[in-house]
């Protein structure tokens, strides 16, 4: 056979296999008792994790336990969780689209208010160019905090993503009042 670009067919032959058996004498594994390993000291059929305490642990493949995949938080869970942390100060729909990365923060109030048949505080604030007006969302109630709370958790539940935890609802719930505050 000729080679197509010049050289010598018989010189790259020979240097394949030389690299081929340098190589050989890495990838064969042998069997000890964490896994398997090859000469290089490489881990096959293992992988590396660290735990919460920053310990590294090997999982073989043949390890039995189960492997807990997160799965990214919603959306909808990103804005109701923003709404929730605005406490008694509100959030408007440019907040939400600001902060949450979301198009039209609108849709999340009237869907809440839709769903727990609970009712949003709309203030109307003026643009801060003059022309026009935007509202204000507030969440009036602790009720209606706890309300959304139980739905996040529903849905976080259901969905298999990581919902709130007891540390955020009791600072959430701390921003609201326990009884409705005459404006």
Known sequence: MKPLFGGKLNNQTSLNQQNFQNASQYSTPQKYAGGWQ?????????????????????????????????????????????????????FTENEILRYCRLSSGRNYASEIERQLNITLERIDEPNTDGIGSHFRYRINTRESALKIIDLMKYHAFVGGYPGLSKEEVIDILDLYPDAPQAT
């Open 38 to 90: 090859n000469a290089a000291g490489r881990l096959h059929n293992a992988k590396k994790t660290r735990t919460k305490a920053g310990i590294i642990e090997q999982v073989t493949a043949n390890d039995a336990t189960a492997i807990h995949n997160l799965k990214p938080v919603p959306k909808k869970h990103r804005a109701r969780r923003y709404m929730l942390y605005s406490g008694v100060n509100g």
